[in-house]
């Protein structure tokens, strides 16, 4: 990228920074290629955050069928994340993931699970595991909260037989001629997905990230302390087709020879290892085994660490140099953390980041981790929390004694709870993968530019004051 016209005297961020349109000759948003070239083998250059407020099996599943990558995060037991992993790998690519609940249970129970709103919907089964029926999630709203899911269920059971849909546009036609918004998938009288309406269209327009296999692709992270290449090394036999080792401060002896110890394992998998906000760190890090550089400190909306410590960077002045040295190595960076909305994942990538990591702008969604709450005003919401919170350090040394516990807890950082609230038009984390897509897909087309590499190269970068970015956004009501 060049900035136009102007040069820094300081370090910038997101909002110190815009994208100056250039001549351009590509015909079509659709004609962009957005895959990262990390070695990753996502098609969208799109990662979500190790947090356990964000990452779980089921968005990591969601992301991967759109070509993006999860990252589960390491503060889950060992036993769980090697049944996370192979649940991911289990999923169906065609279809989405059923979301099941028994018979028994009630209209309560599912409203946690999901949004009562079209183009959502539950499989159910008894108490055997045998598939009775489908319920659509906007038949829940109207339905009374202990009333349990077999009441809503009866009449003709619409569903799509696997057979008679061999390609996405095919399950669309069906859909539409059936009018259906939402069905089951069977195959010999076995549920194995789920479908609506907008799912089959984006699998028109999406590329899934898939291993070697044909199975979704994911990752999972480790810290830098115990034995890390144990970890790794059952990580590897679930499955996992990428290890992030992460640690808040990523420039230090512990995390060089975490990665040492990961790379001497010679698994075959991407290593990535962060986080760091200097063109130093990016030639340790590499220098010990990393393949890509998790970037950022400080920018996240959970984390206190620049108020606290007054530790950190500006995230876009921390990507472009970071970024830089990465390319002279043969490696790439990740972007970790600080962007609120599509311009400012544009702007990174302008910046040279491989993909761009989300933490709290998905722990707002449908399938992120938890159950969906209800506040006063009856909007839906997620709890997240900082990864160096009083709760996550709770969550992490559960184990330790009464005494260390508390010692630990005495000097944790970050937001302990906050509510994140579900967008009703985008309440799905495939609903915001569209919208970041979607500014993307333009951003190339402003920039001339048709994949990743180009866009880093023609991208043109102004300089502007906290008045330009406020003319920037539009007006929520009419003057």
Known sequence: MEFYETAPTHDLTYSDVFLVPSHSEVSSRLAVDLAPGDGTGASLPIVSANMNSVTGPRLAATLARRGALGVLPQDMPLQELDAAIRWVKNQPVAYDSPLTLRASDSV??????????????????????????????????????????????????????????????????????????????????????????????????????????????????????????????????????????????????????????????????????????TSAAVKDLVAAGADVIKVGVGPGAMCTTRMMTAVGRPQFSAVLETAATATELGAHVWADGGVRYPRDVALALAAGAASVMIGSWFAGTTEAPGELRTDAAGRLYKESWGMASTKAVTQRFDKLDPYELARKQLFAEGISSSKIYLDPLRPSVEDLLDMITAGLRSSFTYAGATNLEEFSQRALVGIQSAAGYEEGKALPVSW
């Open 108 to 277: 309560a129970a599912a409203l946690r699970q999901l949004p009562a709103l079209e183009g959502h919907g539950i499989v159910v089964t008894d108490d055997a595991g045998d598939y009775l029926g489908t319920i659509a999630g906007e038949r829940l709203a109207g339905a009374m909260p202990e009333a349990p899911l077999a009441d809503l269920l009866g009449g003709a059971l619409a569903s799509i037989d696997a057979d008679d849909v061999d390609t996405p546009r095919a399950a669309f036609d069906l859909m539409v001629a059936a009018d259906l918004e939402f069905a089951p998938v069977l195959h010999h009288g076995q549920v194995i997905g789920t479908l609506s309406r907008k799912s089959a269209l984006r699998s028109t327009l999406y590329t899934p990230a898939l291993d070697a296999s044909g199975r979704l692709r994911v990752a999972a992270a480790v810290g830098i302390n115990g034995d890390v290449a144990a970890k790794a090394q059952a990580l590897a036999a679930a499955g996992v087709d990428v290890i992030v080792i992460d640690t808040a401060h990523g420039h230090q002896a512990g995390m060089a020879r975490a990665i040492k110890a990961v790379a001497d394992l010679k698994l075959g998998l991407p290593i990535v290892a962060g986080n760091v906000v």
